[in-house]
């Protein structure tokens, strides 16, 4: 393939050493092909950077780094380049870092290496734990500002979150589920990606607590640590089904949304409410199919505008937007899908 890039510069978009780095672009044995692809993308996306490059105003490079399954960071790319090309106040320019599944001390080297490198800023969606928050504080230090995406750090000196209000959304899953069963006694299946995430631990405790409060009556039963993938998170919901014959409804705050459908069916189970969030591909598939009876929806294109204002806001201190907000949670059905998203 040929390119006009430094095998380090694709070794530090693709997350692999130089070396085998080096022995995918000379097709030497020994290379997984799941790494050549790796490899392949990273040149890809170097070519849509250097695209980017050619606008004459001045460039602001930003970082977007996220661990979140294929189907959502497609979503969030297309919502950064999109709101790039319209955004007045400045050029930006994004160039993203994304892995289905990344170790914390992985995600840290990896922030670690933009530090290094230099950026404008950075965008992060990661798991709350310490290696995260440590990368995060040296960022910070290094006066590189950093705005959380969808999930917060909120014990961390990030400059900014960029996001929904997450346990106003699990409260608004808990009504919508809620008042569909009320009065049965009956179980919800509440699926998470994974307990590291802030965001998706809020959206939790938001639905437990209105749940608890307002219906009293609905069990809830938790599977996590499915990462939003299809095969461990169908095997969890499976499991799940087979323990709890009475789940009736399932409220999706981490995804794999097919492999649970596909486990109820399997099941010969009835879901007789599903609600789940982020108005992806898949997940509009669904709903227009009648698969799922609500979306949580908050409009992305928001939060990469909320992310560039906040860099700016660190750049031109006296440009700055005012206190940053909330992403608005909107629910939707197959009847008021967002015309830009219908396209």
Same mark, same amino acid.
């Given at each position: 393939?040929?390119?006009?890039?430094?095998?380090?510069?694709?070794?530090?978009?693709?997350?692999? &050493? %130089?070396?085998?780095?080096?022995?995918?672009?000379?097709?030497?044995?020994?290379?997984?092909?799941?790494? #050549?692809?790796?490899?392949? +993308?990273?040149?890809? !996306?170097? !070519? $849509?950077?250097?695209?980017?490059?050619?606008?004459?105003?001045?460039?602001?490079?930003?970082?977007?780094?996220?661990?979140?399954?294929?189907?959502?960071?497609? +979503?969030?790319?297309?919502?950064?380049? &999109?709101?790039?090309?319209?955004?007045?106040?400045?050029?930006?320019?994004?160039?993203?870092?994304?892995?289905? @599944?990344?170790?914390?001390?992985?995600?840290?080297?990896?922030?670690?290496?933009?530090?290094?490198?230099?950026?404008?800023?950075?965008?992060?969606?990661?798991? *709350?734990?310490? /290696?995260?928050?440590?990368?995060?504080?040296?960022?910070?230090?290094?006066g590189i500002p950093v705005v959380t995406?969808? %999930?917060?750090?909120?014990?961390?000196?990030?400059?900014?979150? #960029?996001?929904?209000?997450?346990?106003? #959304?699990? !409260? %608004?899953? +808990?009504? @919508?589920?809620?008042?569909? @069963?009320?009065?049965?006694?009956?179980?919800?299946?509440v699926t998470l990606s994974s307990n590291?995430?802030?965001?998706?631990?809020?959206?939790?405790?938001?639905?437990?607590?209105?749940?608890?409060?307002?219906?009293?009556?609905?069990?809830?039963? /938790?599977?996590?640590?499915?990462?939003?993938?299809?095969?461990? %998170?169908?095997?969890?919901?499976?499991?799940?089904?087979? &323990?709890?014959?009475?789940? #009736?409804?399932?409220?999706?705050?981490?995804?794999?949304?097919?492999a649970v459908l596909s486990a109820f !069916?399997?099941?010969?189970?009835?879901?007789?409410?599903?609600?789940?969030?982020? @108005?992806?591909?898949?997940?509009?598939?669904?709903?227009?199919?009648?698969?799922? &009876?609500?979306?949580?929806?908050? *409009?992305?294109?928001?939060?990469?505008?909320?992310?560039?204002?906040?860099?700016?806001?660190?750049?031109?201190? $006296?440009?700055?937007?005012?206190?940053?907000?909330?992403?608005?949670?909107?629910?939707?059905?197959?009847?008021?899908?967002?015309?830009?998203?219908?396209?």
């Open positions: 393939m040929t390119h006009p890039f430094l095998v380090k510069d694709i070794a530090f978009q693709a997350g692999l &050493s %130089t070396a085998t780095v080096d022995r995918v672009l000379n097709g030497r044995p020994g290379v997984r092909r799941q790494t #050549a692809a790796r490899v392949h +993308a990273a040149i890809i !996306e170097l !070519e $849509r950077q250097a695209a980017a490059q050619d606008s004459p105003a001045r460039l602001h490079g930003i970082d977007v780094v996220m661990e979140a399954p294929d189907r959502f960071t497609s +979503a969030v790319r297309r919502a950064f380049e &999109s709101e790039a090309a319209t955004f007045a106040a400045a050029v930006f320019r994004a160039r993203f870092h994304f892995a289905e @599944l990344i170790r914390p001390a992985d995600m840290a080297q990896m922030l670690d290496r933009i530090r290094l490198r230099g950026t404008d800023g950075v965008a992060l969606k990661a798991a *709350d734990v310490p /290696e995260v928050a440590g990368a995060v504080a040296r960022l910070e230090a290094a995406l969808v %999930t917060d750090l909120p014990n961390t000196p990030r400059t900014a979150y #960029a996001g929904a209000d997450n346990r106003a #959304a699990g !409260e %608004t899953a +808990a009504y @919508l589920i809620g008042e569909r @069963l009320k009065g049965e006694r009956l179980h919800i299946l590291r995430f802030r965001g998706e631990e809020e959206r939790e405790i938001g639905f437990r607590r209105l749940m608890r409060e307002r219906y009293p009556e609905l069990g809830i039963v /938790e599977v996590s640590e499915g990462f939003g993938r299809d095969t461990a %998170t169908g095997a969890l919901v499976a499991a799940a089904l087979a &323990s709890h014959p009475d789940i #009736a409804g399932v409220y999706s705050i981490g995804g794999g949304n097919r !069916e399997a099941a010969a189970r009835l879901c007789r409410i599903y609600v789940a969030h982020d @108005l992806d591909a898949e997940n509009l598939d669904l709903l227009r199919a009648g698969k799922l &009876s609500f979306v949580l929806h908050h *409009d992305l294109r928001t939060d990469a505008r909320r992310v560039f204002e906040a860099v700016l806001a660190r750049k031109r201190p $006296r440009q700055a937007g005012g206190p940053a907000r909330l992403s608005a949670v909107e629910v939707v059905t197959p009847f008021n899908i967002p015309a830009d998203l219908i396209r």
